[in-house]
């Protein structure tokens, strides 16, 4: 069945000689699979830059509930990045993100709130011109509202990393944090290089306790690296 769909890019995976798997996070299925057959060929109806880690797409999809793998019709950026690709701060948290995303997003049905925060926060993050030096921490909070487990209170989460006995709880402060989640994405907001590193171990540990695969990160130490 043809179905319209937007949906946004995780990740890919070559696979055999000139085709993509790709994973991608839609508005009509959740989390989904698609082969697209022939596009590494000089000749593909779609190309690669498409199906690049967090673009937004427009897509007309064949898809079978009983199958892992689906296919494309139809596939179209609807919101190009300008600054993402090219901003080294900007690629280096989308990459980090998209990294989470990957590991995070599991469920195969739709939930429209969830993609609109996806859509909405990145392209808050393409656009904007200043402060978005917090912007990861705050998309994980709330990110973890939609999976299911979001602390009630920045206190609520210090309490609950001190039971794990996370290691540098003691260097996270409750109160600052709570008027950084609260705060809207760009509102201008001073913490330290190492108020920003310990608030963003603590929600990764927070992360880690309640999603038994979610492991080790591949992103982390460069984002910790442009970001300082």
């Not at 897509?59 to 190009?80: D, M, N, Q, T, W």
């Not at 690709?85 to 993100?97: E, M, R, T």
Request: proline share 3%; charged share 20%; glycine share 6%.
């Amino acid at each position: 069945m043809l179905t319209k769909t937007k949906g946004l890019v995780l990740h890919n995976l070559r696979y055999r000689e000139t085709s993509l798997l790709v994973t991608i996070y839609t508005a009509e299925f959740g989390i989904a699979s698609y082969i697209e057959n022939g596009v590494r060929s000089v000749k593909a109806k779609h190309k690669m830059a498409l199906f690049q880690p967090l673009t937004l797409l427009d897509l007309e999809v064949f898809h079978k509930p009983s199958r892992g793998l689906h296919r494309i019709s139809e596939a179209k950026c609807y919101f190009p990045y300008r600054q993402i690709p090219f901003d080294v701060g900007k690629s280096s948290i989308a990459l980090f993100l998209s990294e989470i995303l990957g590991k995070v997003l599991k469920e195969e049905e739709a939930n429209q709130p969830l993609f609109d925060f996806l859509e909405e926060s990145f392209q808050f993050l393409d656009g904007a011109k200043a402060h978005y030096e917090n912007f990861h921490i705050q998309f994980l909070w709330n990110l973890s509202a939609f999976l299911g487990f979001a602390p009630g209170s920045s206190q609520e989460f210090v309490d609950q990393l001190k039971q794990a006995q996370f290691s540098n709880t003691h260097a996270i402060e409750a109160q600052v944090l709570q008027e950084l989640i609260m705060a809207n994405y760009g509102e201008s907001f001073s913490i330290s290089r190492t108020q920003r590193k310990e608030f963003l171990s603590g929600i990764l540990h927070y992360f880690r306790l309640h999603m038994e695969s979610f492991g080790e990160l591949k992103s982390w130490e460069i984002l910790q690296e442009v970001m300082a």
